[in-house]
């Protein structure tokens, strides 16, 4: 995951200012997200599978989101 997120960093750097970067794939840990805000200046975060995976998915949602 560490080796993504800085592929994903060190790409947003060829990325527009004003283009919403989106980051996508394998996110399962709030502070990924939190380190692509701050680094990358990621604003959209594709997500799906890590909550699907769970009994309640709106649940496992609610927890991630009250960790950023």
């Known amino acids: 995951v560490v080796?993504?997120?800085e592929?994903?960093?060190r790409l947003a750097e060829?990325?527009?200012?004003?283009?919403?970067?989106?980051?996508?794939?394998?996110i399962s840990n709030p502070q990924?997200?939190?380190?692509?805000?701050?680094?990358g200046g990621f604003r959209g975060f594709l997500m799906g599978e890590q909550?699907?995976?769970q009994a309640d998915p709106g649940v496992a949602?609610?927890?991630f989101i009250s960790k950023l």
């Open 3 to 5: 080796a993504r997120v």
């Open 7 to 9: 592929n994903s960093v």
């Open 51 to 53: 909550f699907m995976k």
């Open 32 to 39: 990924t997200v939190l380190r692509l805000r701050e680094e």
């Open 14 to 26: 060829n990325v527009p200012k004003d283009v919403c970067r989106v980051g996508e794939s394998g």
């Open 61 to 63: 949602l609610a927890e």
